[in-house]
């Protein structure tokens, strides 16, 4: 909760509210050209606080068919219930918002408890995974945003606790709470259909490989989640999901480079969960990557090493189909690569925790039952590497606590995208009656909200576009600013080429990451 006002407003959270609000990328832009663009009008920023907040003008119904039409790579649990939050709080303010994401952080940690509790049988090693879970860096990260992914581990955790309680018991009641909190994954993300696979697989192992009656069981409560999910599914505009599921960070990449960047990504995704360092000092990024990686993967053998081989598999089937669909999907596409947003490594991230959880519990201890050196050499050498990895142990935890306390006390970090608007809103702040000039593109792709959000200061805009000779600058203020973010839809050079007629001198004030602004002093041709 530190420090939650304070984080960039980016790209993402303006979706988040424009989906809680109810508005669609239709409406709004429909409703700014009529009122605006035509008419060549300023716009008030308190003017677009609608199409950010919760109004009288849009019900439920809206935001559900706006993610449907608009938005159909998610699915409408947590927009329903972040609407509903910001309702009960009077407030549609995004940190508002982002404090449902920080309680479900927190709910995160109980469920957490309650899943290594059950899996491994032992308080101790409870404790010590939600040590591990509880100060995780990715974790800590997501659970600051206003967006689905900190409410999707919750549901991860609450669905695989009620499967695991429901193959232990087999009561009617713990499979009705699987099914129930199963669906409430599936309506929190489509990722959930990636769990439902793990969880039939690991049925199987805990059914020794035979039609029993909980696999039967099973099946039925899967095939009762899906015939619940397929209404909102006979609904959703599939084209456009598969049009935004195509988007990546690159499509220009070969067979091999694909193969490095999975293999690079993999390293930085296993390290990002545990360690997340902006400034490494003594430590270099490459070397940490390194030893997370084999500790995660070590982790996963020292379960078999030990035995527990169906364990074992749980959390193996658990934590790779995410990844390798994601893979597979990467190098067989020609759209661009997405293994790199680790956002999507939700339930793969569950399964390395609860990994790291048993190997670091039992290491401690068998440290704790065997305080006193024996006499046998095996056993002295068993007590010494057991401190070894206490001594990592309490490592891991220092550096997963001061990347989250960097996390926290950081205005933005790596998943942002739009890391340009604190350095961009304080030059425009230094002018007391800006003027900001931008592309009708930077409205739909909702870097205007981003804007208006940091400055915090009632702000004029007008929207220049393609017809832009048919326009005028109103004068009256003392800059004026371009502010064209090529990643938001329109090119850079757009403005400043189109405001060649207007015969001003267009100085480039910055390029934060090659994103350019431009100022000029006055709106006379």
């Known amino acids: 909760f530190t420090h ?39 716009i008030k920023s308190n003017n677009l606080l609608k199409y950010q907040s919760v109004n009288s003008d849009k019900d439920i119904t809206d935001v559900l068919d706006s993610i449907q039409q608009n938005d159909p ?32 952080g927190v709910l995160f940690v109980i469920f ?51 499967l695991f309680k ?26 959930s259909v990636l769990l439902q696979l793990s969880q039939f697989c690991i049925v199987i192992v805990h059914e020794d490989f035979k039609f029993s009656r909980r696999l039967i069981r099973f099946i039925f409560c899967s095939a009762v989640v899906f015939a619940c999910i397929l209404p909102w599914s006979l609904h959703v505009n599939w084209q456009e999901f598969y049009r935004q599921g195509s988007l990546g960070n690159s499509s220009t990449m070969s067979f091999v480079d694909k193969i490095g960047f999975l293999i690079q990504s993999t390293g930085q995704n296993c390290t990002r969960l545990l360690i997340d360092l902006k400034f490494y000092g003594l430590f270099n990024y490459g070397f940490l990557t390194l030893i997370a990686t084999l500790l995660i993967i ?10 527990r081989f169906k364990l074992g598999l749980y959390v193996i089937i658990l934590t790779l189909p995410t990844p390798l669909v994601f893979a597979l999907r990467d190098i067989l596409s020609r759209s661009g690569v997405r293994s790199d947003l680790n956002r999507y490594f939700i339930i793969s991230y569950i399964g390395i925790l609860l990994a790291l959880t048993y190997f670091f519990s039992q290491k401690i201890r068998f440290l704790l039952k065997n305080t006193v050196l024996k006499d046998s050499l095996s056993l002295q050498r068993s007590i010494h590497n057991s401190k070894i990895y206490l001594i990592f142990f309490l ?76 326009a005028y600058i109103p004068t009256g203020y003392d800059a004026y600013f371009l502010f064209s973010p090529p990643f938001y839809g329109a090119p850079s050079y757009t403005i400043p080429e189109l405001f060649k007629h207007f ?12 994103i350019p602004l431009f100022k000029f002093e006055t709106a006379d041709p």
């Not at 010590?128 to 999707?152: D, H, K, M, V």
């Not at 015969?503 to 934060?512: A, G, N, P």
């Open 503 to 514: 015969q001003v001198d267009l100085q480039e004030l910055i390029v934060y990451e090659g």
């Open 112 to 162: 957490f408890f309650i899943l290594s509790r059950q899996l491994f049988e032992n308080s101790l090693a409870a404790w010590i995974g939600t040590s591990i879970a509880s100060i995780s860096p990715f974790f800590i990260l997501y659970a600051q945003e206003a967006r689905p992914y900190s409410l999707f581990s919750v549901t991860v955790l609450l669905s695989c606790i009620t």
């Open 395 to 470: 490592l891991i935890i220092s550096l997963e606590a001061l990347s989250s306390l960097q996390i926290i006390n950081s205005i933005t970090w790596y998943n942002k995208v739009s890391a340009d608007i604190p350095e961009v809103s304080e030059i425009i702040d230094q002018s007391s009656n800006p003027l900001i000039i931008m592309h009708p593109l930077h409205v739909e792709r909702l870097a205007i909200f981003s804007l208006i959000n940091y400055i915090q200061k009632p702000i004029d805009f007008i929207l220049i576009n393609e017809t832009a000779e048919a």
């Open 298 to 307: 070590y982790s996963f053998i020292f379960i078999f090493i030990e035995k």
């Open 166 to 191: 429901a193959l232990k018991h087999n009561h009617t009641l713990s499979w009705t709470g699987y099914i129930l909190f199963t669906l409430s994954c599936l309506y929190t993300s489509w990722l």
């Open 73 to 104: 790579t998610h699915t409408p649990l947590y927009f329903i219930l972040a609407r509903f939050w910001n309702i009960l709080k009077g407030d549609s303010s995004v940190s508002t918002t982002r404090y449902f994401s920080a309680v479900c």
């Open 4 to 42: 939650i006002d304070r984080k960039v407003y980016w790209l993402d959270e303006a979706w988040t509210s424009l989906r809680i609000s109810g508005y669609s990328e239709v409406n709004m832009m429909t409703e700014i050209q009529d009122y605006y663009l035509e008419k060549n009008s300023i």
